[in-house]
């Protein structure tokens, strides 16, 4: 099934005048785009139909760097330009890049309104803890103890789950991995491609240069053991008690329900009108 | 097509109604807005009509997500329009300029009320002259149209479709509460007898390489529409002709801002529109936009009566500024005086234009109400 190599995912899918990427030796960026470029394969959809859509930041680069529509707009709005691309036209299927900080932080209520009104776009996002491409302060998912430029003690807040605020938001799909999970991580991109409404897949991403050696972890392996170590599978985790989850991130698919979509609501909504409105356009 | 108010015909209608019918009339299908006063009715207008005729209108849950949507409506192919007041408008800045930056047309609606923060949510004021045209950071330039009525409001707002279509860029509406609220006799033509203005489309796949490239000579490059297998990149980093960043070259960077900017201040001729009462032999004159143009017209009638040679002119657009063409009424006037609902805003760019030629005098006026004719008169009065 992921027989094609890497260089024929990159031919077929990556702007040859674009490369080489912005990413640091060691990012996990490339990595989830090589999985969802994978997805995207293995489903035969047509990148005619799709438009890729970010923010600011590494991983907001990426529409940049395949070839396809891309809308790389300013930081935290990606979803709510999003919102307007799916609306204008309910046939392009959208796939919306992210970082955490992106996300989670300057991002938070254009990510949080979108989930409620079950947006129909696929969100990849890049979870490492960091704002890599401004030099490593800390994101809003950054674990209690983790070390950033403007945290320099350790960080002292408490950290988003961002996958579990997407669930309880209401997204149709939600699962979290590290880029370790290769596997799985392709099949829930698949799975969240697929999807009407709200998917979410989140990965735990390494970033070597601007997070990884102010914490003592200089390297990708290091880090990608760092996240085995912490990382905790869905299944074993319902077992485990709350004190023993303390500092731990549970891997795993979070949600998985058919709610409709926003842009079939809106549909359902404009038909609503027009009859009670006695209205035949 | 059927349209869910009456065209062809008067209706005695408010200024933000008239203009939620009047950008349907130009095209415009997608709306996304937050409640504000006192823009919120062009909201309920656009709720209420919208899905009506195919369009779609939705609540984000602020305003930099409202303007947000519409512009990626835009890349959708869609006329998309968000209306807003001060605050909301402040919120806009950022997106405002990413439109800027992308060539993006869309209409965003201020209808000012007083301010700075909260303010006065249900007064009007002329207070965010600067802010829409130099809220957004870095170099720029769009166009901001100013109506004085309601029948204004709602040919304006087709004609800032047809200026955001026609020279891809963001175009302001800056109204005020006074004419949002106000009702007037408007006339709504037959849509047929409507000129309306579509963007310019990429001829072949060729041209679509240049999404950001003038390619016609007229600086201004066929708009790529999203899902046309075109496979545009857009970005508000600056970038080439392709689109591709280049964020670190000089040259790059000049070429599209100057090419952005140029492209309005070289069709001034085309985008900036005025009107003149008794100016042709006077020797004091006003230079007023919106609601106060109104006041200042009785200014004019009443001092003539008394037989001093006052002459208005009316601005319906303030930017582009044709700076020149203040410097030839300053060179013929004694006076300028400029009625403001703010502190002094218009008032700089028109003594730049002016350049010492004649004196140049603000009329300012704060707090909510309007100038009266007779706030103008007397102060014109006390200088001559």
Sequence with gaps: MYLKSA???????????MLPTIFCPGCGIGSALQYTLRAIDDLKLNPDEI????????????????????LHTTHGRALAFATGIKLANPDLK??????????????????????????????????????????GQVAPTALKGLKGTTAPYGQFENPFDIAQLAVAAGANYVARWSVFNYLQGINSI??????????LVEFLSPCPVSFGRRNRMKTAPELLRWYQKITVPLAKAKKMPPEELEGKIVIGEFADRDRPGLAREYEEYKKRAKKMMGWEG | ????????????????????????????RFYAGYPITPASEIFEAMALYMPLVDGVSIQMEDEIGSIATIIGASWAGAKAMTATSGPGFSLMQENLGYAVMTETPIVVVDVQRGGPSTGQPTLGAQGDVMQSIWGTHGDHSLI?????????????????????????????????AEIAHMRERVYT??????????????????????????IHGDMIPPMPVFGKGYRTYVTGLTHDEKGRPKTVDAEVHERLIRRIIDKLEKNKEDIVTYETFDLEDAEIAIISYGIVARSAIRAVRLLRREGIKAGLLKLNTIWPFDFDMIGNIAEQVRKIYVPEMNLGQLYHLVREGADGKAEVELIPKIGGEIHTPMDIIERIKRGV
């Design chain 1, 7 to 17: 260089y024929e995912i990159r031919n077929k899918y990556l702007r040859k005048d």
């Design chain 1, 51 to 70: 438009v890729w859509v970010s923010g600011i930041g590494c991983s907001s680069r990426v529409p940049g760097f395949v070839n396809f529509d891309g």
């Design chain 1, 94 to 135: 959208i796939i919306a890049f992210m970082g955490d900080g992106d996300a989670a932080a300057i991002g938070g209520n254009h990510f949080i309104h979108a989930i409620r009104r079950n947006l129909d776009v696929t969100v990849i996002l890049i979870n490492n803890f960091t704002y890599g491409m401004t030099g």
């Design chain 1, 190 to 199: 698949k799975k969240a491609l697929q999807k009407e409404g709200f998917s």
């Design chain 2, 1 to 28: 097509m059927k349209y869910p108010f009456p065209v062809g015909r008067s209706d005695f209608i408010q200024g933000d109604e008239a203009i939620a019918r009047a950008a349907i009339l130009a095209g415009c």
């Design chain 2, 144 to 176: 901001v149209l100013t109506p004085a009525t309601v029948q204004e409001a709602f040919d304006m707002t087709i004609k800032a479709f047809n200026l955001a279509e026609k020279y891809r860029t963001p175009v302001v509406l800056l109204t005020d």
């Design chain 2, 189 to 214: 033509p037959n849509p047929e007898d409507i000129e309306i203005i579509y963007r310019k489309l990429p001829a072949n796949k060729e041209e679509a390489r240049y999404p950001f490239g003038d």
